[in-house]
């Protein structure tokens, strides 16, 4: 169940809690685990040292922290932690334009890489229906690479929101990622913010903006997955920044 915080609440506060960890992960925690636990046993403690820090960063890898997610009409929020690398105006990807998609104009794509060290929980940037769910297989170049939204293996989202505006969105797996799962399906009504699918491990996800919207991030900064707003529909002022 969502919570609804308000700014405007006097007193009170809330308290920093561990990150929970994703099901998906438990397993993968589960077996680092073990496999270190019988490195010990055997008495290899340098190799049960190594695998206990490769369990600590699978722990971490699967973290599932709890966001809060900006309401408004207007904003359209980050589907992924980690770095801009591209701002750039792209024709939509076939596999989900045309008028049953994006349409066939160009439009803006924001791009957030993820690390190995980011968490890898993606979740919808609007509320809105699940119109297109698609899949497709391919290779395993580095996600950084602007070909990468062509010839990785990929997953398509377009969510429409009740006004009729889509918004398209596409998690790329790149050298080290090697499966992307879906926690919807087609035909979803999905809340803003909701975690949707999920990398394994290092990735990068394309966010293509409607018409009339103008991205609200920098290239270079990083952002919050349900909480770091990229662009707000409608708006046509561009923002500018500083590096320091």
Known sequence: M????????????????????????????????????????????????LMFGVTVWVGTFFRDPVRITPTGSDVVIAPADGLVTQIAEVAPPPEIAGADGLGDAPMLRVSIFMSVFDVHINRTPIAGTLRKLVYIPGKFLNADLDKASEENERQHFVVERADGVRIGFTQIAGLVARRIMPFVTMGNELTTGQRV???RFGSRVDVYLPAGTTPQVLLGQRTLAGETVVARIGQAAMIDGIGQ
Do not use: Y
């Open 197 to 199: 699918g999920l990398i």
């Open 2 to 49: 969502s919570n609804i915080i308000s700014s405007n609440r006097p007193g009170g506060g809330i308290k920093w809690q561990w990150p929970s960890i994703h099901p998906e992960g438990r397993k993968f925690l589960l077996i680092a685990a073990i496999i270190t636990l019988c490195f010990w046993l055997l008495g290899w403690e340098i190799v049960g040292w």
